[in-house]
């Protein structure tokens, strides 16, 4: 499927899994894991508080009481706020002499752009990591077998890297840039944040050093590396370094954003308390890692693809169109992967949200942020309708697909009944007249789907098709040869219709229950899909042993619709990312920490959906300007290694044919 | 007769002679399980498949792909009843489109065939269909055009936000009260069986039900005028307000809101929203001026009693703090 090896699908599927278990699963259950963790600790602080007073109480007067604070956000085992000393300085009363500015643009647009273009890169630099290790590791693991295509993914994955190597050093001028507009306009609140997060900062800093050796070592060390089978083994390791570095950082420079949304750790006043794991780990920390992750994944195959797709469209020779369409669909394969659990994650975050202040949820889901995420609902649509006619049109080339291309037409509906329900919004933007025509705020059929119950499972639905299509794409080319394979077509065939089945009855029963008990269907729906998608995947794959094949992918004839659909996904990625990014900062209104640090400055205010789609877009077009030149800035040296040593260029599998 | 003829004769005679022959059966006043308008779109869909498939009718892809638009905007148009706002039906339509565009799009040999005949227009093969379409483009620009310019008195529409995030606290009757924690306090010994006694209060059974009572009374002595006496938006009053009044049927109101939100909206009325809800538009009083706070908790209790919902509760949702 990835090429001539029929184990590779099953390999790369299985790499892909895997990597994706090791994201899900400690964000699963770290809420049981944390609680547990933090009772003991919170026991152990209790006892360490306690002990100190009673010390304090002994020693008398004359000594220097330490001051307690209560948190803001933890909680002991009786529900009372926790109690920490006072390690730190109040927040400060931020008056106009704590911010600066330019007479061309005003502050916050100019922290906004600095920041957004940091994390656009810095996203993509920790996604090719994520891709080289799993690339790297099927390239090994296939050498025995199939040298050529080893050769192949080994050749990407060392590509990838030389791409992300130009876009690192991109990230961390970027991030100064980021630091000096930050310090420059807002001298006050850094401050106060720097007081905070000192220590953060220095490990943040020494642990960039880290990241910057290891990628270093990987990166030059890949061709020696290469020669020996033991030290390859070393170096796929490295990998799992970088990405293991790669995201503690990330999760470093989450706890500022996650502090400011939603702090834990200091007193009402803004005073630290003591435990910098507590300002670290504040309620949203976990949710929010965990969505970067997968977004960033996603972000990362959109702009390979992206990448990909544009070589495809000007190669010259029909080897480096193969090359290119089968780079598009490793990109593609990596980033639908990443994209069907994201809105999973998103849905945790907002729980989190919800469930730190009822206040922001209704901010954001029915407040004033309300039309940012209608936007959003379309611009999650366009997504999967980019992801599904990839899919399709990759299929089509497939010999043997003619088989399954029969249904595509059906999975288009269903998107497009699913998304429709999925994008109708509950409050309609309509004239007083087209009010009197309906006879009533709420439409009395589509009226139905303006609530959550709806939502939930139009998404699931929408994911399930997805999962369906990429089934049918893996097994387009096989003729599957398992003596159960009629058993093994009614299961995914049953566990198909089951989970809709459930999904729909699940989403109709919502409506008879109280909105508390209805969030809590969502957990059986997500659940649903996501059995169709491992227990579907693995019965697939199960069924590939000893298959023949139809003939291989004419690598090198994807249609264009099927090419530009690629653009589509990773211009609206770069786009939504933005504009979640947006949403989830600007919750915070006037405040630069939650209800501890007020934002007295003059831009302190909600922009209008108008200007902040324009700032979006600025964003988008600016970022993907930079792409273009560290792309074209990796290819230079891309073509000198060509000229100088072309037979070590792997010849891709049809053509050697 | 050429076969893409007949399928397109199939298409607009079968259109014509269901819209104006069959469509008026399906929609009688009294709107059964049958006959209903949505029966009617199922019908005319499956005669559409059910004559191509007997008369082995395959039309072209861009035919189909017209077919296929068609068909979403007659039901957006037509079908759907009663009519959607503009913004709507735009945006369904967009979808749809984009629907009709993966569908033609799906493989390049369809997107290739569908291609065929715009291609051949524009060049100059199908002469008479240049010429139509040449013709007809100029004519349908400017008549958007005069469509776009001619004065129009509707309001603007605005983007209103219908459920506001409230405030940490609200003060009435000069106690202030936490909307987060703040639960209702007539919502005592609620059996959760109460539907049975609908429509008849029996006040004496339950100490609950009798404040469900005294709720009603201040309800249909102060809130029926706008809410409606079926608590569904629809007062006699009603429909001379935009906003309208909002409708407590709907599941999207009172059923996912907490009843400390709602104590709060009826006591501020309209002028107590913040700004991106337009308090300037807004045509309910602050009921605290009018009604004592038992009043106001009763006629809330009321509310959730007669529509059969719940009030949102984030008990069971507590954060790991």
């Known amino acids: 499927m990835l090429g001539k090896n029929k184990r590779s699908i099953a390999t790369f599927s299985l790499g892909l899994i895997l990597a994706m278990a090791i994201y899900l699963v400690p964000g699963m259950t770290s809420d049981a894991i944390a609680k547990e963790v933090f009772a003991e600790q919170v026991f152990a602080e209790e006892a360490f508080a306690k002990e100190v007073m009673a010390e304090e109480a002994v020693e008398g007067e004359g000594e220097a009481e330490i001051e307690w604070g209560q948190d803001v956000f933890y909680k002991d085992w009786e529900g009372n706020p926790l109690k920490g000393p006072v390690s730190g300085f109040p927040a400060p009363e931020l008056g106009e002499s704590d911010y600066n500015n330019y007479e061309f643009a005003p502050s916050r647009m100019l922290l906004w752009v600095a920041n957004q273009q940091h994390l656009y890169f810095g996203s993509f630099v920790l996604a090719v990591p994520i891709f080289c290790m799993i690339i790297e590791f099927i390239g090994i693991r296939t050498k025995e077998e199939d040298p050529v295509m080893s050769a192949k993914y080994d050749r990407l994955a060392h590509d990838l890297m030389k791409v992300s190597l130009t876009a690192y050093s991109w990230t961390a001028i970027l991030g100064g840039i980021l630091l000096f507009t930050f310090i420059t306009l807002f001298p006050g609140f850094f401050k106060y944040m720097a007081g905070i997060f000192r220590p953060v900062m220095h490990v943040y800093a020494l642990m960039f050093l880290a990241e910057s050796g290891v990628l270093y070592v990987y990166y030059y060390g890949w061709d020696r590396m290469s020669e020996d089978k033991f030290l390859k083994w070393i170096h796929c390791s490295l990998s799992v370094l970088l990405n293991l570095i790669g995201t503690v950082l990330m999760y470093l420079a989450n706890s500022w954003a996650t502090f400011m949304q939603a702090p834990g750790g200091i007193d009402s006043q803004g005073r630290f308390l003591g435990n910098i794991w507590h300002v670290i780990h504040s309620t949203l920390w976990n949710p929010v890692g965990v969505h970067r992750i997968l977004g960033n994944i996603v972000f990362g195959g959109g702009i390979v693809g992206a990448y990909a797709a544009y070589h495809y469209l000007t190669a010259k020779t029909e080897e480096e169109r193969a090359h290119y369409d089968w780079v598009c669909y490793v990109a593609m394969f990596i980033a639908i992967f990443g994209l069907i659990p994201l809105p999973f994650a998103g849905y945790w975050l907002m729980k989190e949200v919800y469930a730190f202040r009822q206040q922001m949820g209704i901010t954001l889901m029915g407040g004033i942020m309300a039309w940012l995420f209608i936007i959003q609902a379309v611009m999650i649509g366009l997504l999967f309708f980019g992801a599904n006619s990839y899919l399709h049109n990759g299929m089509s080339r497939v010999k043997g697909s003619h088989r399954y291309m029969k249904y595509c037409k059906y999975m288009i509906l269903l998107l497009i009944c699913t998304f429709t329900m999925w994008m109708t919004p509950h409050t309609i933007v309509m004239t007083p007249a087209e009010l009197k025509a309906m006879g009533g705020a709420q439409h009395p059929v589509i009226g139905h789907f303006g609530v959550m119950s709806a939502k939930n499972t139009a998404v699931n639905l929408m994911i399930t098709t997805t999962i369906l299509c990429f089934l049918l794409y893996q097994k387009a080319n096989k003729k599957i040869n398992v003596p159960w394979a009629t058993v093994g077509n009614c299961w995914i065939s049953a566990i198909f219709v089951g989970a809709a089945l459930n999904i729909i009855f699940l989403g109709v029963y919502g409506y008879f229950l109280p909105a508390n008990q209805r969030v809590g269907l969502s957990v059986p729906q997500v659940t649903t899909t996501l059995t169709t998608l491992f227990a579907g995947t693995a019965i697939n794959i199960s069924m590939f042993k000893d298959s023949e094949s139809y003939g291989d992918i004419q690598w090198g004839t994807q249609s264009k619709v099927g090419t530009y659909a690629i653009f589509l996904l990773a211009i609206s990625f770069t786009w939504l990312m933005g504009l979640m990014g947006y949403i989830r900062s600007a919750v915070r209104l006037f405040w630069h920490v939650t209800e501890v640090v007020r934002d007295n400055s003059v831009d302190a205010y909600t922009l209008t959906i108008g200007e902040a789609g324009k700032m979006l877009t600025f964003n988008t077009l600016f970022v993907w300007t930079q792409f273009v030149v560290v792309f074209w800035v990796g290819s230079l040296t891309g073509k000198k290694a060509v000229a100088k040593a072309p037979e070590g260029v792997p010849v891709p599998a049809q053509q050697q044919q | ?321």
């Open chain 2, 1 to 321: 007769m050429n076969k893409t003829l007949v399928s397109f004769l199939v298409f607009v005679v079968g259109l014509a002679v269901f819209h104006n022959a069959i469509f008026p059966i399906f929609t009688p006043k009294e709107i059964g399980w049958i006959l209903n308008r949505y029966v009617y779109f199922l019908l005319f869909v499956a005669y559409l498949i059910i004559t191509h498939f007997v008369l082995r009718l395959k039309p072209p892809i861009a035919m189909m792909g017209l077919f296929v638009w068609s068909i979403g905007f007659y039901f957006y148009k037509f079908v759907l009843y009663p009519p959607i706002p503009w913004t709507l039906f735009i945006t369904y339509m967009v979808m749809w489109s984009i629907g009709t565009f993966l569908y033609i799009s799906q493989d390049p040999e369809t997107f290739r065939e569908f291609r065929k005949p715009i291609v051949k227009t524009i060049v100059g093969e199908y002469k008479f269909a240049q010429i139509i379409l040449l013709t007809a483009m100029p004519i349908l620009v400017g008549f958007g055009t005069y469509k776009t310019i001619y004065p129009s008195y509707q309001e603007p529409v605005e983007l209103r936000t219908v459920h506001p995030a409230p405030p940490a606290t609200t003060k009435v009757h000069g106690k202030t009260y936490p909307l987060e924690s703040t639960n209702n306090p007539f919502r005592v010994d609620e059996q959760d069986n109460y539907k049975d006694s609908f429509p008849f209060l029996d006040a004496d059974k339950h100490e609950y039900m009798k404040y469900v009572t005294e709720g009603g009374t201040i309800f249909f002595q102060n809130c029926h005028y706008c809410h409606g006496d079926q608590l569904n938006g629809l007062g006699m009053f009603s429909h001379v307000f935009n906003p309208t009044p909002a409708n407590f049927i709907d599941p999207g109101t009172i059923a996912m809101l907490q009843e400390a939100f709602i104590f709060w909206r009826v006591s501020k009325g309209g002028p107590g929203l913040p700004n991106e809800s337009t308090p300037w538009s807004s045509a309910m009083p602050p009921w605290e001026e009018h009604l004592n706070t038992e009043e106001i908790w009763k006629v809330i209790l009321f509310e959730y009693w007669y529509t059969g919902w719940h009030p949102r509760t984030f008990g069971t949702e507590g954060s790991e703090g």
